[in-house]
């Protein structure tokens, strides 16, 4: 079974530090890396893709994608006691054509 | 317009009753899918629609019916269901690049 694995945290950081959010992924065939943000009781909220080796960056968050390791990561600058929410990290199954979703990490940013 | 619409928000419904859950985009994608998202728990594929076909069913019950009228539409009948069956639904819809577009959800409570 493929699978996304996240540490379901909660992970603490204070306001202004460098967040990083880290995922492991089972099937060497996915290409494809998603990060959600989703706040209680609101549905989730793309924030990044990724299909490269390497590292992608976006305002204050960055993706970066190890595929010899299978990790997927995200790390996010100068957090902000706004960033609080859970992330979810997701694979795409490719023939299936649907989203793996892992167990989600939720961040706390201490103001 | 990049948005999935999804009626109603909340949804109360005791165990004989029957009723759906609507779910409309106009972004032109292809494929549409069904999430089921219990408390602190991540979403859980249902069913997926690729050109208005069920391509995938992950073996749902048969209190939950799916239908897809046209490319924009995606319809989930709901019947008999079981107080275990309360959850937050999602509905997104996916173009060719893979991410998940979600929308805001339905809050199902069955009594």
């Known amino acids: 079974q493929k699978e996304v694995e996240q540490n379901s945290g909660p992970l603490s950081v204070p306001e202004g530090a460098i967040a990083s959010l880290n995922c492991t992924y089972s099937?060497?065939?996915?290409?494809?890396f998603f990060w959600y943000r989703q706040y209680s009781g609101k549905s989730p909220e793309l924030i990044m893709f990724?299909?490269?080796?390497g590292d992608k960056e976006d305002g204050r968050f960055t993706a970066q994608l190890n595929k010899a390791s299978q990790y997927v990561s995200l790390l996010i600058r100068d957090s902000q006691p706004s960033d609080s929410a859970t992330y979810l990290c997701?694979?795409?199954?490719?023939?299936?054509?649907?989203?793996?979703f892992g167990s989600g990490t939720r961040l706390q940013v201490q103001p | 317009d990049t948005e999935v619409t999804q009626t109603p928000k909340h949804l109360v419904m005791g165990m004989t009753n029957k009723k759906s859950l609507k779910c409309e985009q106009h972004?032109?994608?292809?494929?549409m899918y069904w999430y089921k998202q219990k408390a602190k728990k991540p979403p859980e594929l249902m069913f997926v629609?690729?050109?208005?076909?069920?391509?995938i069913n992950e073996s749902v019950p048969s209190r939950f019916s799916p239908e897809c009228p046209n490319s924009s539409l995606l319809n989930l009948h709901l019947h008999a269901l079981q107080p275990e069956d309360s959850a937050l639904y999602l509905c997104?819809?996916?173009?060719?690049?893979?991410?998940?577009?979600f929308g805001e959800g339905s809050r199902l409570t069955v009594l």
């Open positions: 997104a819809s996916m173009p060719g690049t893979g991410e998940l577009f």
């Open positions: 972004m032109g994608h292809r494929a």
């Open positions: 099937d060497r065939g996915s290409q494809s």
């Open positions: 997701a694979g795409l199954d490719t023939g299936r054509r649907a989203l793996t």
């Open positions: 629609y690729s050109y208005e076909k069920l391509s």
């Open positions: 990724i299909y490269s080796n």
